[in-house]
């Protein structure tokens, strides 16, 4: 039997065949919740949903600047922002 801890409804199985030919339960691990905007607390498009495993192990994101860091929106203000600010002086 599993450990308690991994008895909880709460985590996800997966059937697995393993090479042997026997059914075993796979218990997964939890995904944390989507990186949020450091501006506006919004999700960032194109990061997914990971575990702790494959957040160690690095993810790619998005190229623009502040990429991960902030999102579109508030990436589009703050150029509006900047530019405004360095044309007027």
């Known amino acids: 039997m599993v450990r308690p801890a991994l008895r909880s409804r709460t985590k996800k199985r997966k059937t697995v065949r393993t090479p042997g030919g026997r059914h075993v339960l796979r218990i997964l691990d939890k995904k944390h919740d989507y990186p949020k ?5 919004a999700p960032i ?45």
Not at 37 to 41: E, K, L, R, S
Not at 61 to 81: A, D, F, N, S
């Open 37 to 41: 905007c450091a501006v506006c607390g």
């Open 45 to 89: 498009q194109g990061v997914p949903k990971l575990t702790i495993k494959e957040e160690r192990k690095g993810v790619k994101v998005p190229t623009r600047p502040y990429g991960g860091y902030l999102c579109h929106r508030c990436l589009k203000q703050g150029i509006k922002l900047a530019a405004r600010t360095s044309a007027g002086a």
